[in-house]
């Protein structure tokens, strides 16, 4: 019999076995560049990557891996990742579970043929929020309170871990009402959440705040380069001097019988002939000048901005369908739990004012406050005081309104950017006390302005979720 003690051990060594064994091999490196490591080793070309192994790249670093079914996880400069599970089941995809960690820094996913076949059972974790995918290309930037994500194909749904029943230990999408989709077809936006936010929210992808801007890629990662550059078009040949002016003797000797002297200096015999100037012939008639019309360009209207509720609420009927605008491929502006704003496909495209200021006036604004508390009805809030005006020369927003419910009044602000396309957005901090997410527009040979807002009261446990259409009262100064 082992003395408890040897015992111990060997039980411990026995765990330590199990735990080793079940580790599968989740992908290998097929590139590594600067400071990189696998664990507690350096990242080397061809090695494997187990389930579990933490993979840390240097200031200089990147590693790619790819994954055992055909995937690829790129881990880029200055960041910290986890493969946590990657259990592919071919004959089965419905047991297939594959989880993925970025601590910090930024990581780009690519779907490999498992993850396209069980996406019900595949999660992108960072520290706030859960990352779903619907057969994806995404790259996700991450600190211990924002993450922000923009989309290369297909599409991504992400949800916060704050609140609601998404926790970092699930496995699969987190689904709900504080669940925000982000697809490739929306050109120009991110998805960011931070902490404390009730939902992420569409941002414009700009400044420093983008994942390419954080970390860009390198020049060999695939899908970021546009491949061998096109070759430039030829420059059309210069003309054959020499023929040129084998043509012009011939014209002289065939009207003079001879060349002129200017004309060969290797001929010193025979009369100089001058050649005359050649004019126009005066037996022929002149032709009227004729003035081209004036071709009026046509008039393209402007991309028609569509908003409203995409669900019925307190018995009110939905004026948004959500799916057909998506399957017309119309740009989701901005999408809350009971609004949705889109601006269409087609048209001429709004050009934000370089100078000046234009203050508006609430022409309509409805909202609706949530509790968690599902024994508590949703409640109809009134909008008043409605401010919002432009500074174009320094691209920023403010907005502010007066919440009105039946006992209570609660002043809202917010200030945030506005985009060259007409898109502006604010966050629920401070001094902003709610999201924003809206656009201009230039109706009727004038200025107009949509958003939706947002926003948690936490010592109460609701949220409010509205929306509201503006018209310009001050022209551009």
Same mark, same amino acid.
């Given at each position: 019999m082992l003395h408890p003690k040897f015992a111990a051990a060997s039980l411990a060594l026995t765990v330590f076995a199990a735990a080793a064994a079940h580790a599968a091999e989740a992908g290998r490196i097929i590139l590594v560049a600067g400071s990189a490591q696998v664990g507690e080793r350096a990242a080397t070309l061809n090695a494997p990557v187990q389930e579990g192994d933490m993979l840390v790249t240097g200031k200089d670093g990147y590693i790619y891996v790819k994954t055992i079914d055909n995937g690829l996880f790129i881990v880029r400069n200055s960041s910290r990742a986890r493969i946590t599970s990657y259990h592919v089941d071919q004959k089965n995809p419905a047991n297939t579970r594959i989880k993925l960690e970025l601590l910090s820094g930024t990581a780009r996913s690519q779907s490999g043929e498992a993850?396209?076949?069980a996406r019900q059972n595949f999660r992108f974790n960072t520290p706030v929020a859960a990352i779903g995918v619907r057969g994806t290309d995404f790259t996700v930037f991450t600190d211990q309170d924002t993450s922000r994500v923009t989309v290369l194909s297909g599409g991504i749904?992400?949800?916060?871990?704050?609140?609601?029943?998404?926790?970092?230990?699930?496995?699969?999408?987190?689904?709900g009402g504080a669940a925000r989709e982000l697809s490739a077809a929306q050109k120009g936006v991110?998805?960011?959440?931070?902490?404390?936010?009730?939902?992420?929210?569409?941002?414009?992808?700009?400044?420093?705040?983008?994942?390419?801007t954080?970390?860009?890629?390198?020049?060999?990662?695939?899908?970021?380069?546009g491949g061998a550059a096109a070759t430039a078009p030829a420059l059309p040949a210069q003309p054959d001097l020499d023929a040129h002016k084998d043509n012009v003797l011939k014209q002289v000797v065939a009207t003079t019988g001879k060349p002129s002297k200017e004309t060969s200096e290797n001929d010193n015999q025979g009369p100089i002939v001058t050649v005359p100037p050649v004019g126009p012939n005066p037996a022929e008639p002149e032709l009227p000048v004729v003035t081209p019309p004036v071709v009026t360009p046509p008039v393209v209207p402007e991309r028609q901005i569509v908003w409203g509720r995409w669900q019925a609420v307190l018995n009110k009927p939905?004026?948004?369908?959500?799916?057909?605008?998506? =399957?017309?491929?119309?740009?989701?502006? %901005? $999408?809350? #739990?009971?609004?949705?704003?889109? @601006?269409?496909? !087609?048209?001429?495209?709004?050009?934000?004012?370089e100078r000046g200021e234009i203050g508006f006036a609430l022409n309509k604004g409805e909202a609706?406050?949530?509790?968690?508390n599902p024994a508590i009805p949703v409640q109809a809030m009134a909008l008043e005081n409605g401010k919002l005006n432009f500074n174009f020369d320094q691209r920023t927003f403010a907005t502010s309104f007066d919440?009105?419910?039946? =006992?209570?009044?609660?002043?809202?602000? %917010? $200030?945030? #950017?506005?985009?060259?396309?007409? @898109?502006?957005? !604010?966050?629920?901090y401070r001094p902003s006390n709610m999201s924003v997410n809206g656009v201009l527009s230039g109706e009727q040979n004038g200025t107009a302005a949509r958003y939706l807002f947002e926003s948690r009261f936490t010592e109460t446990r609701r949220n409010v979720y509205g929306a509201t259409y503006w018209s310009s009262i001050t022209g551009q100064k």
């Open positions: 993850v396209k076949l749904t992400i949800s916060g871990f704050d609140g609601g029943g998404c926790r970092p230990e699930g496995i699969g999408p987190c689904e991110l998805m960011q959440f931070r902490r404390g936010q009730s939902a992420p929210q569409l941002l414009p992808e700009s400044g420093n705040s983008a994942p390419d954080v970390a860009p890629p390198r020049p060999d990662e695939p899908g970021r380069q939905i004026e948004v369908d959500f799916v057909a605008e998506r =399957n017309k491929d119309a740009e989701l502006i %901005a $999408v809350n #739990q009971d609004f949705a704003l889109f @601006r269409g496909a !087609a048209g001429r495209e709004y050009t934000v004012p609706y406050m949530h509790s968690d919440l009105v419910g039946a =006992n209570e009044r609660l002043p809202m602000q %917010a $200030v945030g #950017q506005v985009a060259p396309d007409g @898109r502006f957005v !604010a966050d629920n």
